[in-house]
């Protein structure tokens, strides 16, 4: 089994907040990333991406696939599912389509925590 890989928005502050929530919970290792900008199969930045096992999930599926992969307690968020992907898609852009101006930017790419750059995709 592969390991899963994020794709994030390195720019984006909420992004990094919710990469930085997956990585300290992720105990075992298991979640690999990666940023957007560098994701050769995506030209879009609106949403994050999930790859497990030869599948891409996108929008809210991934947040919640992610969730369910961590683990413990997040598995409950298999319960999320209930709720239409049409509508959760449509949570899920419209927080995306305010990121920035909500939570803020980076110019750039920041330079991650060695704890994170371990888990970049690019250190295979």
């Known amino acids: 089994m592969d390991k899963p890989i994020l794709y ?3 720019i984006c502050v909420l992004c990094n907040k919710s990469i930085r929530f997956i990585i300290n919970r992720d105990k075992n290792k298991h979640f690999k990333i990666g940023f957007l900008q560098s ?3 995506n030209n879009n930045y609106d ?3 999930l790859l497990h096992n030869g599948t891409e999930y996108t929008h809210s599926t991934a947040i919640i696939k992610s969730l369910i992969l ?3 307690i997040y598995r409950c968020a298999i319960l999320l599912f209930i709720f239409p992907k049409k509508l959760r898609d449509l949570a899920y852009k419209f927080i995306a ?3 920035y101006k909500w939570f803020g930017k980076y110019d750039s790419c920041p330079i991650l925590p060695k704890e994170w ?3 970049m995709i690019d250190n295979d």
């Open 117 to 119: 750059r371990e888990r």
């Open 8 to 10: 994030f928005d390195g």
């Open 47 to 49: 949403s994050i991406i």
């Open 39 to 41: 994701a050769k199969q």
């Open 70 to 72: 961590l683990g413990g």
């Open 97 to 99: 389509k305010n990121r």
